[in-house]
């Protein structure tokens, strides 16, 4: 991880603002009820199990995955703290004040707008994050862990990590749908084609060295 990044308000703008989009998108994702990422539908079916809220499980879990990518050579930073955190807090907020307009009792088009929109967030939160290089959130560890393993791209360990997810979130009948189908391609192919561009948004000062 660049120093500068340490010291960039850019990038902890970019981590701070990813991290609340990500939490808020999932939140209205779960509620729109329409499929969320595999690794989200895997977290609500241990919730729905467990009896548990989603924040809750999502901040258990994410103890375990930052465990795993360390072991698997991806160490975590002080953004993974302030991602697990932040995430588990803001996806509950969400979904309490979902709860409180009565969201998921919404007609069927409004909900599939909304669903959209949390799409929309998830993605550019998702973004943000890996932008900002201070260190990703502990499923995104993993993501990079296994990308690191097989030499890929992020695209790739997403697709692998997402794929093992959905198969244990089919087994707890977790929030999945055609939601979640359409999460497996859109992410891996902004991932691959949109970050670069917000890299260089965040971290000008590359730029300019390497014009320099």
């Not at 977290?43 to 809750?56: A, E, K, P």
């Not at 360990?157 to 244990?168: N, Q, S, T, Y």
Request: a positive charge; hydrophobic letters at 60%.
């Amino acid at each position: 991880m660049p120093t500068s990044s340490m010291r960039s308000p850019r990038a902890w703008v970019s981590l701070v603002l990813g991290v609340v989009l990500v939490g808020a998108g999932l939140g209205l994702m779960i509620d729109a009820d329409l499929g969320v990422s595999p690794a989200d539908a895997f977290i609500t079916g241990l919730s729905r199990t467990s009896g548990l809220s989603v924040g809750v499980v999502l901040f258990s879990l994410s103890v375990l995955m930052v465990i795993a990518a360390w072991a698997l050579g991806v160490a975590p930073a002080i953004g993974t703290l302030v991602c697990f955190v932040g995430i588990a807090a803001t996806v509950d907020l969400t979904r309490a004040l979902s709860a409180a307009v009565g969201l998921p009792q919404w007609p069927a088009a409004a909900l599939v707008g909304v669903w959209l929109v949390g799409l929309a967030m998830f993605c550019a939160g998702v973004m943000g994050i890996f932008a900002a290089e201070l260190g990703t959130s502990p499923y995104d560890q993993l993501v990079r862990a296994v990308a690191l393993r097989t030499g890929r791209s992020l695209g790739f360990g997403r697709i692998v990590v997402d794929a093992m997810a959905f198969l244990g979130a089919l087994a707890l009948g977790g929030s999945w749908g055609i939601g979640t189908v359409v999460i497996l391609i859109v992410v891996p192919i902004t991932l691959n084609l949109v970050l670069p561009r917000v890299r260089r948004i965040v971290h000008p000062e590359r730029a300019d060295a390497a014009v320099g």
